[in-house]
């Protein structure tokens, strides 16, 4: 087997490494798609696996070859460690690429992997783990001198000393499952009578998601921004990034538009923020591409939330601006090639818009089925990712992401005046979609001046 598998001290040249054959992509839809067209154009060979639903997806075609790895459902399919990993077996694949969701941050998984020998082109399963439980990811950003949210030490023990590490806080409080994220097992206490009801709660809560009862408690942060910090990190210690995302704009905890550079951000918040992701990336001697989550409040403080060990859906943006193929620095990352150091400031404006089979005007309820016409906007400045044509049926088994539009421009009204120009020529039909939603935002007033936070969305789209 290649030298690849070796954490070795010598850093090799690039020209001494020896890159993948053939990487096998554990996904589907637009991300499975993204990862083939890099792997082309790097010469390095593909396999698709896909599940009975996929069979006419565009992954399946673009791939130099496919495996059916299942039924629709997950679980079966594109979740199921085993098929997957025998996929690869029959392929002779020596890497896998898990692109987002799915086994993208499961340890177990990349531990099956190495097993294996066969390279998991994403974190080990020593740096998944360290980010996977929230209360100690948040204990070890502390040590490293990461800025955390004033809260308890780790889990609460009891009612008792949570009643007592809120009053020195002060309410309004939070409290967190260590296992969770997405909101899930989240409780907001905005005085004592009611931390009884919320601390049960999110106990039972966590206890039913994800088999952990842990929870921790924090300061309430009102009326956040969601800024993180994309990372790159390699396996000999180095790391740098590469500027920040703004993804204020969500809902229910699911983003609907990401953009950089983030409106609220100055040349010295970003160099602050910048140094403490670095801080976080070496603390667990990240590699490969990450995200470090933070909180900024109004003040511009900002705070360490979550670090994602994984290539994410808004990757985009970030290449858009500083001209960089993320998922070609994964694979070579993997591969054992070395990364400068250098920091990477951006000179252009981007903007995505998820462009999802739902009804806005209907709570976004899922719109799977076929989308019987289609026509995508074009032009200077635009790029779509996306896996869908005339033609094509939504499963009604996987999220209803169809497809990403994102702009680039010298300056963000430039860049949302062509995404309205780029929404108002995209033409999908037989299924709703939440282009009018995106219509509606690029008007907004407050939106157009950068004027929003994590609540935004709650109050402008009732
Ligand atoms: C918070 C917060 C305010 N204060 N923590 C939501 C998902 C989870 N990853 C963390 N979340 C939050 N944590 C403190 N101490 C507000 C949120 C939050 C939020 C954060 C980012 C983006 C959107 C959000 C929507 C609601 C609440």
């Not at 299924?431 to 709650?458: C, S, W, Y």
Request: glycine share 8%; net charge positive.
């Amino acid at each position: 087997m290649a030298a690849i598998f070796k954490k070795s001290t010598k850093k090799p040249k690039e020209s001494e490494i020896k890159m993948f054959n053939k990487i096998l992509i554990a996904n589907r839809g637009e991300i499975a798609l993204r990862i083939i067209r890099t792997c082309k154009e790097m010469g390095i060979k593909t396999v698709a696996v896909y599940s009975i639903a996929d069979k006419e997806s565009l992954h399946v075609r673009f791939a130099d070859e496919s495996v059916c790895i299942g039924p629709p459902p997950s679980k079966e399919s594109y979740l199921n460690m085993s098929r997957i990993i025998a996929a690869a077996e029959i392929t002779n694949a020596d890497a896998i690429h898990p692109g987002y969701g799915f086994l993208s941050e499961n340890s177990k998984f990349s531990k099956v992997c190495a097993e294996n020998k066969i390279k998991f082109i994403g974190a080990t399963p020593d740096q998944i783990d360290s980010m996977g439980d929230k209360a100690n990811a948040k204990d070890t950003m502390k040590k490293a001198g990461v800025p955390v949210i004033p809260g308890s030490d780790g889990l609460l023990e009891n009612l008792e000393s949570a009643k007592k590490i809120a009053k020195n806080i002060k309410y309004p409080v939070i409290l967190k499952a260590t296992a969770g994220g997405g909101g899930k097992g989240m409780r907001l206490v905005w005085k004592e009578e009611d931390l009884e009801n919320a601390w049960a709660s999110a106990r039972q809560e966590a206890g039913a998601a994800f088999g952990n009862e842990g929870v921790y408690m924090e300061k309430y942060i009102e009326e956040p921004r969601h800024i993180e910090i994309q990372v790159a990190g390699d396996q000999y210690g180095m790391a740098c990034h590469l500027s920040e995302r703004d993804c204020s704009i969500q809902r229910r905890h699911q983003k609907l538009v990401e953009e950089t550079p983030s409106p609220f951000m100055t040349k010295e918040l970003r160099k602050k923020m910048g140094d403490a992701a670095i801080k976080a990336v070496k603390a667990i001697r990240y590699e490969g591409v990450g995200t470090v989550e933070f909180l900024v409040d109004k003040h511009r403080n900002f705070y360490f939330m979550e670090m994602n060990t994984r290539i994410q859906v808004e990757h985009t943006i970030t290449e858009e601006v500083i001209d960089y193929d993320l998922v070609k620095e994964q694979i070579k990352i993997a591969a054992g090639v070395s990364i400068s150091g250098k920091n990477y400031e951006p000179h252009l404006h981007s903007i995505q818009c998820r462009i999802n089979a739902e009804d806005p005007f209907k709570n976004f309820v899922p719109c799977p089925g076929k989308i019987t016409n289609y026509h995508s906007p074009g032009g200077h400045g635009i790029r779509i990712d996306t896996h869908v044509y005339a033609g094509y049926v939504i499963p009604p088994n996987y999220d209803s992401m169809i497809g990403k539009l994102i702009t680039v421009a010298r300056t963000r009204e430039e860049a949302i005046t062509k995404m309205q120009r780029a929404l108002d020529e995209y033409i999908i039909e037989g299924v709703k979609t939440t282009i009018p939603f995106h219509q509606a935002l690029m008007k907004d007033e407050n939106f157009r001046k950068g004027n929003f936070t994590t609540k935004f969305i709650e109050d402008f789209w009732k």
